[in-house]
């Protein structure tokens, strides 16, 4: 079998087109555009090409961005205040307080800080609960990303048994969520699942968010199965590269090893994976660039839920 290939980008691109028409209608109609507030503290490079996305994305959608980078020695009590003054500020729509923070910051009081109404991650308990209720909510963007994805490539949810590796907050127990509300049955595996291999074979829907590269083997793949890969992993050894990819592919990411320094691979295997399901999503070119697209969607939704536009 030969994986249909789920371009994120063409998804991603649709996602902000529709967003930045509606900024066009909110400052038309309502004399306002919508604005989102980045908060990174640190010199963590991850964070800072996440950040830098997240405020291009803005920029060139029409949202106001306002970027706060403060030094890795900045105190809780600092960034608690700058969190407590942007909810502060009528004209801010959303705050983003980009993960992880430096150890001398307790992350879950600064995310329980922010305005529910302008939690744009979705991680506030606040809209974790509306979640869980299966209430309207600002819901944590990859697992938002990921359902905009199997909808619009007609992907079927209702009915289908979805599992899902990886339980984290950010992605895994969100994903479970919104799965079971597309009325999907939905598993959730972890490091302590005994025989991984035959509940992730049951899946009609796998959703890979454990962080190893690689991870998910063509073994752990029904024959015709969605595999969405939501795994982000720097791979700078070429004999490992060779373990996931192999002819044309292959000589591209030593190219970019080469280059860069390293590639990024996803928690499945490619080669293996395309030779078995039926929909792939690739690393980079997937799951990743949905999120940044949500990111849009959610600002524009919490600032119209804030003023009470429908
Ligand atoms: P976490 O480290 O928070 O969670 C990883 C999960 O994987 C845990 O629940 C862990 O289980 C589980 N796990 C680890 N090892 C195994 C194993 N051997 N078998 C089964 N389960 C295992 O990671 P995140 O959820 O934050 O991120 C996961 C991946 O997704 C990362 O590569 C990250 O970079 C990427 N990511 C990508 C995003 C995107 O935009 N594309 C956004 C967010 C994350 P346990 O709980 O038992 O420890």
Redesign the pocket.
């Known amino acids: 079998m030969t994986s249909r290939i789920l371009s994120g980008k063409i998804i991603a691109d649709a996602i902000k087109a529709e967003a930045a028409y509606e900024i066009k209608l909110l400052e038309s109609g309502h004399g306002f555009r919508p604005c989102l507030a980045v908060v990174r503290i640190g010199e963590d490079p991850a964070s800072a090409v996440y950040v830098g996305s997240k405020v291009k994305a803005s920029e060139e959608l029409g949202i106001i961005s306002e970027h706060y980078h403060l030094g890795s020695e900045t105190s809780h009590s600092e960034l608690l205040a700058l969190v407590q003054s942007l909810n502060q500020r009528d004209e801010v729509d959303g705050i983003l307080v980009q993960l992880p923070l430096p150890p001398q910051i307790n992350a879950s009081e600064i995310l329980e800080t922010i305005d529910p109404a302008k939690d744009v991650d979705g991680f506030h308990p606040f809209n974790v609960g509306r979640l869980t209720q299966g209430e309207k909510a600002l819901v944590p963007c990859?697992p938002a990303g990921i359902i905009e994805m199997l909808k619009r490539s007609n992907i079927q949810i209702a009915g289908q048994h979805a599992v899902i590796?990886?339980?984290?907050n950010?992605?895994?127990k969100p994903m479970a969520m919104l799965l079971l509300q597309e009325n999907a049955t939905v598993t959730i595996?972890?490091?302590?699942?005994k025989d991984?291999g035959a509940i992730t074979r049951q899946a009609d829907i796998l959703v890979a968010?454990?962080?190893?590269a690689g991870?998910v083997r063509g073994e752990h793949i029904r024959e015709g199965a969605t595999v969405i890969d939501?795994?982000?992993?720097n791979v700078s050894d070429p004999q490992l590269a060779g373990e996931f990819f192999n002819g044309e592919d292959l000589e591209k990411r030593l190219a970019t090893i080469e280059k860069r320094g390293f590639t990024l691979v996803g928690?499945v295997n490619p080669t293996e994976a395309m030779a078995k399901a039926a929909n792939f999503t690739p690393v980079p070119g997937g799951?990743?660039l949905l999120?940044v697209a949500m990111l849009m969607k959610n600002t524009v939704d919490a600032a119209k839920r804030r003023r009470r536009i429908n």
């Not at 590796?165 to 984290?168: E, P, Q």
């Not at 968010?209 to 190893?212: E, F, K, L, V």
């Open positions: 990859t590796v990886g339980r984290s950010i992605v895994g595996c972890h490091s302590r699942t991984l968010a454990i962080g190893r991870f939501v795994g982000i992993n928690d799951v990743g999120t």
